[in-house]
């Protein structure tokens, strides 16, 4: 409310009101957790080495919850048919100065 009212002021209006207003909720990849596992046998005779490898990976990912709101401001001048029923900048701000 005061950033709305403040952004009212400090363009040249004295009321305001909301439209549109929503809200969004998600998540973002922040990261992977993973884990390696392997093996290797074989035999070496004279310069010679042969072998097998075996692996296994395990991976988990990590989210992070995200989170926005919106809302269109509409300005209006003390005069205009729209300021009826709309906040009072300056009221507002009296309100939320502490």
């Known amino acids: 409310m005061r950033t709305a009212a403040l952004a009212t002021v ?3 209006y004295t009321h305001f ?3 549109d ?4 909720q998600g998540s973002v990849v922040t ?3 993973a884990n390696s596992n ?5 035999s070496c005779f004279g310069s010679y ?3 097998n490898s075996n692996g296994f990976t395990t991976a988990s990912t990590i989210h ?3 989170a926005s709101a919106s809302a269109t401001l509409i300005m209006f001048h003390a005069d205009e048919p ?3 029923d709309a906040f009072v900048a300056e009221d507002v701000l009296r309100q939320y100065s502490s």
């Open 17 to 19: 009101r909301f439209a």
């Open 82 to 84: 729209g300021a009826k």
């Open 64 to 66: 992070s919850p995200t």
């Open 31 to 33: 990261g992977m957790v």
């Open 49 to 51: 080495c042969s072998g």
């Open 38 to 42: 392997g093996s290797f046998g074989g």
């Open 21 to 24: 207003a929503g809200q969004q």
């Open 10 to 12: 400090n363009r040249g």
